[in-house]
């Protein structure tokens, strides 16, 4: 997340920008109103070589956005092979090299992985506070306008956090795939490492903190999505309710499900949309004769 007006990611595919750029929702709605965006970003790594003797480290990051303002001044002004080391974003030098590929992608994993929780951490908090703030504005609001203001609101912040939710959700589970099959390499058949349990454990902190943030969005979605459902399927629910009655116990009960729906469908559309019942059916039958 940074604040002010959108960077556009200047690398395109298909003319489009590589990483999408959006701004976060309920700016209307919230006391400071500041632009906010958030932005795409992804971090692939690779150690690739025949041993641990000789090896070769691949590694990409998305900074177009600002994340690492340093960057090019991480090696510059120094000799080759010095410098601070741009994989784990300017926190350790080059010299002394980590000559061990285990070590160093724990390194690289702890600190990128930081990095995100960090990024997360500021996003979540700041988008909560904004939908706390847009759901004591809607507590009382029953109904909708005739514009479906809350309707379409409502939809973008659940997309919104169904977005960070799957992105956390994928974090979390490669590193579960991760610790499950292979953290031996780093434990069982490392013993003579004495350092990298600590760093493990720091990685298993930031999970957890993302994991919470995970929750807290679940939490809110939940909320949000009762609420939506409350202005865009309220006959429904209310023959549902109506149908699942104990003593309710009707002879053709779908004919009367739709017999209860259908008249209520048409009242809810009539309030909603602000029109009286004869515009409703003269606007039916000019659809019926055009249908013929």
């Known amino acids: 997340m940074r604040r002010g007006p959108p960077i556009r990611d200047h690398r395109n595919i298909r003319q ?12 209307e709605w919230s006391t400071d109103e500041e632009e906010l965006h958030f932005y ?17 480290e691949y590694f990409l990051v998305d900074t177009y956005f600002g994340s690492e303002q340093k960057l090019h001044e991480y090696i510059a ?15 350790g030098t080059m010299n002394p090299p980590c000559f061990d590929p285990r070590e160093y992608w724990l390194f690289k994993v702890d600190r990128r992985v930081h990095q995100v ?13 904004r939908m706390e703030e847009y759901a004591r504005h809607i507590r009382q609001v029953f109904q909708d306008d005739p514009s479906r203001t809350h309707t379409e609101t409502l939809s973008n ?3 919104t956090v169904q977005i960070f ?20 390499f780093f434990t069982t058949f490392a013993r003579d490492k004495p350092t990298w349990p600590r760093i493990i454990d720091s990685i298993i902190r930031s999970m957890a903190e993302l994991d919470r943030l995970r929750k807290l969005l ?15 399927a309220f006959p429904l629910l209310f023959t549902t309710a109506l149908f699942g009655m104990e003593f309710l116990k009707p002879r053709y009960p779908w004919i009367f499900f739709f017999a209860v729906l259908l008249p209520t469908s048409l009242a809810n559309y009539v309030i909603a ?20």
């Not at 489009?16 to 700016?27: A, G, I, S, V, Y």
């Not at 795409?40 to 070769?56: C, I, M, V």
């Not at 000799?79 to 080391?85: E, H, T, W």
């Not at 799957?166 to 292979?182: G, K, L, M």
């Open 273 to 292: 949309s602000d029109r009286s019942l004869s515009h409703v059916f003269r606007d039916s039958q000019r659809w019926l004769q055009a249908r013929h």
């Open 218 to 232: 679940l939490t809110k979605r939940d909320r949000f999505r009762f609420k939506f459902d409350s202005y865009v």
């Open 16 to 27: 489009k920008p590589l990483r999408t750029t959006e701004p976060l929702p309920l700016r």
């Open 165 to 184: 939710v799957d992105c956390i959700s994928a974090i979390i589970d490669a590193w579960d795939t991760f610790y499950r099959n292979q953290i031996s």
């Open 117 to 129: 929780t960090v990024e997360y951490t500021s996003l979540i908090e700041t988008f909560n506070k």
């Open 77 to 91: 002004n120094y000799p080759s092979g010095d410098g601070f080391d741009p994989p784990l974003g300017g926190r």
């Open 40 to 56: 795409e970003a992804q971090t692939s790594s690779l150690s690739l070589g025949p041993d641990e003797w000789f090896w070769t």
């Open 157 to 159: 912040v659940i997309e």
